[in-house]
């Protein structure tokens, strides 16, 4: 079992669309993918759970905040609801800082951080990066944090400014990049499906945009197999 979670301190970065192309990705290579979804609006589970009823491949998983609770009883709640079967866990995490997402970050392989050429986002990463130092020493982790996480790149559309070009080259520079993934129309509008991108497809939507998207996800999955060389 493999745990990536997806965080970022900024909300509206693209977690939620990232996770879900993550697990299309891994469904097509026949792989059994679990869900968890500690984000409060709950996206990452309305895409998830009309495809979970038809595909036992997946299995989607949701954990409310318990109020009072410490880092420990929050860590601890997550172990429990791990399925030992699962070959992947993605755990999709809200925009903020709380201590769900810190149990989220001690738990979890691998952290993926989205960011495009914006200042803030850039924050968000660098501010997600202390947060997940924090984790790490809550459970006596001597891995560097820089070890455990990966920026996805988002290009946006049309064409930077000077500014633009300034956060892109700290993202690759600083931190680097797994992937660079295109912010299209029809990747933002991905999880208003409830599809799959192969359910999509044999649904008779037009294929152009979806296989765009199968192409993006594999890109992103084959970059984080090799992450774990498997």
């Not at 699962?86 to 903020?96: E, R």
């Not at 020493?137 to 300034?166: C, H, K, W």
Request: hydrophobic letters at 45%.
């Amino acid at each position: 079992m493999r745990v990536i979670t997806f965080a970022s301190t900024k909300g509206g970065v693209g977690k939620s669309t990232l996770a879900a192309l993550c697990a299309d990705g891994l469904l097509r290579e026949g792989a059994r993918v679990q869900l968890i979804d500690l984000d409060p609006q709950g996206t990452l589970t309305k895409w998830a759970e009309p495809i979970a009823q038809r595909s036992p491949a997946l299995l989607t998983s949701r954990m409310a905040p318990i109020a009072g609770a410490s880092f420990a009883q929050h860590y601890n709640a997550l172990i429990t609801i791990l399925e030992d079967e699962t070959d992947w866990v993605i755990i999709d995490t809200a925009g903020s800082d709380d201590v769900r997402q810190l149990a989220a970050l001690a738990i979890c392989d691998l952290v993926i951080s989205p960011s495009g050429p914006v200042e803030a986002e850039v924050m968000g990463v660098q501010k997600t990066l202390r947060y997940l130092e924090t984790a790490l020493q809550e459970i006596g982790s001597t891995v560097p944090p820089m070890d455990m996480l990966r920026v996805v790149y988002q290009r946006p559309n049309g064409f930077p400014n000077a500014e633009m070009l300034v956060m892109r080259e700290l993202i690759y520079d600083h931190f680097g990049a797994v992937d660079a993934i295109h912010q299209s129309a029809a990747i933002m509008s991905f999880l208003g499906r409830r599809m799959t991108t192969a359910e999509a497809i044999t649904a008779g939507s037009d294929a152009a945009p979806f296989l765009k998207m199968q192409a993006a996800a594999d890109k992103l999955t084959q970059s984080l197999r090799g992450q774990f060389d498997v």
